[in-house]
């Protein structure tokens, strides 16, 4: 889902590896474009743009106060309150030895504010459900003040219910503060209803990109699924199933 | 916990380490009354008229003060101490004593024992030796291809394992009249040889690093969330992991080397810490540096007047600790997975 504002995080040629074995030789939106954007793998060839500056020049810091990220999982180590979680945000903007002031405090009460959950500010997250993570955990890149925000799978552990709360927030959040919100997702259903742009990637490959009508079609989900695949239209609203013989 | 109850919290702590450093002075087999305590303590800065015996003199700036604050100070250390490691590896079980920087440093001092080295000289060789176990613990640790944090801590077992056993090799070589029980009582350890010169050269070391770890302490919140988390969280967690280890090394192995290997202060203060004022780093670190700095004083202060003899501190410590931690691990389990 990005925001029509192409120039925000520029691709060009990417190409990366895990290891040796080449994992992507084309721009794509898969999860290791997800770890290149966070500087967690470096492009084997290709660049990355975050506001017309190539991310090998920038610093971790640099990279944390333009792009945010939400990791598909997280290990709690220590019963953090939620609201030290959501300030822990703050940190790309602190120095080495500083702290997070009366102004990074109110930064990060006003994402929780964002996203619903000041009433649980003092409760520890250890003890929240997977969607209130989550939203903790979004309200905690909200804090970053960055204008991108990548996810990695928000609603892989989510159910029906949490899902879509997830992610209408989501898309909430990327209209009202005019983010480019980059994630990858598994059910094309939920690119379909929520994204302004997709673009769907196999074999490191990319085989499609543009607006959700263009792309998710049945021809190209066929193709990407090894299997038939058919799009109910009612109205505006589209729906993805797989054809499958009972 | 609000800020402003966690002022009186600390202010409350620290009061407590005065009036357990007090008790401390009083404490002995020559007992002295806290009034006697303090004139002795003020006349040292301003003159007053001396109602009082040159041994009580003696016994309290000599022996009972410096051993105190020694005390305080190594508690403080080893108590940061494991507040940082586990805060680093994101793992409340482990201590710089899990990961082997104790046994390590406990092998740099028994060498250097052994060749008749100067304190200085057998301080700054248990400090090389604790790095290089850290070192080591986390190279094995890395090697594996399961970066769990049970693979850390048995990467620290096998690394103190290795080095208790050079510690066995150089107490078998070791002159048994003169050296052999200089090493085992010293790595049993002890503050009772403890004199002002010691006691000073400790400091220098110890209290900047306390000062520069509870400087970085939010770091450490960062880095509790993993590696990759720190990073787009816009921290290099590699560098700042360095100089944090460094750091707690530094003060394990400087302690080690004063007060010989005194186990589960590091493991169980921080959890008494974490019990009163959470997880938080910003509150964990001076918590477990006041709390720390208590329970040595109170150790010493057992280890001393128990019975006739003194008592190890490493055997008070682990028998104190253990049921202690086994207390807090039933208790707080939920708060771990």
């Known amino acids: 889902m990005t925001q029509s504002r192409p120039s925000v995080v520029d691709i060009q040629n990417l190409g990366f590896a895990y290891g040796d074995a080449e994992v992507l030789h084309d721009l794509t939106m898969a999860i290791g474009l997800l770890r290149c954007v966070e500087r967690l793998l470096t492009p084997r060839t290709g660049t990355i743009l975050i506001d017309g500056r190539d991310l090998k020049t920038l610093s971790a810091r640099d990279v944390s106060r333009r792009a945010a990220s939400v990791p598909q999982s997280h290990a709690p180590a220590f019963p953090y309150t939620v609201q030290d979680i959501v300030l822990m945000g703050r940190n790309p903007h602190l120095g080495t030895a500083s702290q997070p002031g009366p102004h990074d405090v109110a930064v990060a009460r006003q994402a929780m504010d964002e996203l619903g959950i000041r009433a649980i500010a003092l409760r520890p997250y250890t003890q929240l459900s997977g969607g209130q993570l989550q939203l903790v955990l979004l309200a905690r890149a909200l804090a970053q003040e960055a204008h991108v925000l990548l996810l990695d799978e928000p609603t892989a552990h989510l159910d029906f219910r949490n899902r879509h709360v997830v992610l209408s927030t989501i898309r909430d959040l990327a209209v009202r503060l005019g983010l480019t919100v980059i994630m990858t997702v598994h059910d094309p259903n939920d690119a379909m209803q929520y994204a302004d742009r997709v673009g769907l990637v196999s074999n490191g490959g990319l085989i499609a990109l543009g607006t959700p009508d263009e792309v998710l079609t049945a021809d190209n989900l066929g193709r990407l699924y090894g299997m038939p695949i058919e799009v109910l239209t009612d109205g505006s609203r589209h729906v993805i199933v797989a054809e499958i013989d009972r | ?337």
């Open chain 2, 1 to 337: 916990m609000k800020r402003g109850r966690f002022a009186l919290t600390l202010l409350v702590m620290w009061l407590g380490v005065l009036v357990v450093l007090l008790a401390s002075l009083c404490l002995g087999r020559y007992p002295v009354a806290p009034k006697t305590v303090l004139q002795v303590l003020v006349s040292r800065f301003v003159p007053i008229a001396r109602t009082w015996d040159a041994t009580v003199e003696t016994v309290v700036w000599q022996v009972r003060l410096p051993r105190a604050l020694t005390a305080a100070l190594v508690g403080a250390a080893l108590a940061s101490g494991g507040a940082v490691f586990q805060g680093l590896f994101h793992n409340p079980l482990v201590s710089p004593y899990v990961l082997g920087v104790s046994s390590g440093a406990g092998f740099g001092a028994a060498v250097a024992i052994l060749l008749g080295a100067s304190a200085a000289v057998t301080q700054a060789s248990a400090f090389a030796t604790g790095a290089v176990a850290v070192s080591l613990t986390w190279l094995v640790a890395r090697s594996g291809r399961d970066r769990s944090h049970v693979t850390l801590v048995l990467a620290g077992f096998v690394v103190g394992s290795l080095f208790s056993s050079l510690v066995a090799g150089a107490q078998y070589v070791a002159d048994p009249s003169t050296k052999l029980p200089q090493i085992v009582f010293w790595l049993m350890g002890s503050l009772a040889s403890v004199q002002w010169s010691d006691l000073l050269r400790a400091t220098v070391v110890i209290v900047p690093c306390l000062v520069a770890v509870t400087v970085l302490r939010w770091k450490l919140n960062i880095l509790s969330m993993g590696d990759d988390e720190a990073r787009s969280l816009g921290e290099d967690p590699g560098a700042m992991r360095v100089v944090l280890i460094g750091l707690t090394t530094m003060t394990t192995a400087v302690s080690v080397a004063i007060s010989g290997v005194i186990g589960w202060v590091g493991l169980v203060v921080p959890h008494l810490a974490r019990g009163i004022v959470g997880p938080d780093a910003r509150k964990l670190i001076p918590a477990s540096i006041a709390l720390g700095a208590i329970y040595m004083m109170i150790i010493d202060d057992v280890a001393r007047t128990l019975t006739m003899a003194e008592i190890p501190l490493g055997i008070l410590t682990g028998i104190v600790g253990a049921p202690v931690f086994a207390l807090l691990l039933r208790r707080s389990r939920s708060d771990w997975d």
